[in-house]
């Protein structure tokens, strides 16, 4: 599917009080090696998560392959699917503050999509769950009840910037960088 059909289902689905606020950018680095490049959300036109492929490769593998051994786990990792973990490693075992990749964002578009709210919002991967956060179908009550700082950085962000939309709560997102 062409990037411009995506984006204008996400769209689509964005809560009307963020639909002007908050924009996903997409840029494909054509010369790189893997074609890869990076995704980024905007709010009020300044970049709050990031999601990149370059030169994090590497560094997210030697990332995970530590923690592993430090909990005594085989070197096997990695997310294939969306909501299913293949490997021996869950999400459970990231760090609160991970930093995803531009193609676990799209993976995770494209499931946050295709299926129905109530499978983002239970799903064992953090990014459908942090999509979820700007969907229209989510309530201020559900959004209210949601408890963001247990969550990944990712999600408790997008429901900062949701809660603030809405009027709910005059949150700060000075505290943002450029990962995501």
């Given amino acids: 599917m062409q990037w411009s059909k995506v984006k ?80 021996v490693t869950s999400t459970s075992d990231l760090p609160r503050d991970w930093q995803f990749s531009q193609s676990d964002l799209l993976r995770a578009l494209f499931f946050w999509i295709n299926k129905p709210l109530e499978k983002s919002l239970a799903c064992e991967h953090p990014l459908p769950r942090a999509l979820a956060m700007l969907d229209r179908r989510v309530g201020k009550r559900r959004l209210k009840a949601f408890h963001p700082q247990l969550d990944f950085r990712v999600v408790s962000v997008l429901h900062d910037v949701r809660m603030q939309c809405e009027g709910s709560s005059r949150v700060d997102l000075t505290h943002r960088d450029a990962t995501g």
């Fill in 8 to 87: 204008s289902r996400w769209k689509e689905l964005l809560a009307e009080s963020v639909a002007d606020r908050v924009d996903l950018h997409l840029s494909q680095y054509r010369r790189a090696h893997d074609g890869e490049g990076d995704a980024w959300f905007t709010f009020d036109r300044s970049e709050v998560l990031r999601f990149t492929n370059v030169d994090i490769v590497d560094w997210r593998e030697s990332q995970q392959r530590d923690a592993l051994l430090k909990m005594g786990k085989h070197l096997e990792y990695g997310i294939n699917e969306i909501g299913k973990s293949s490997h």
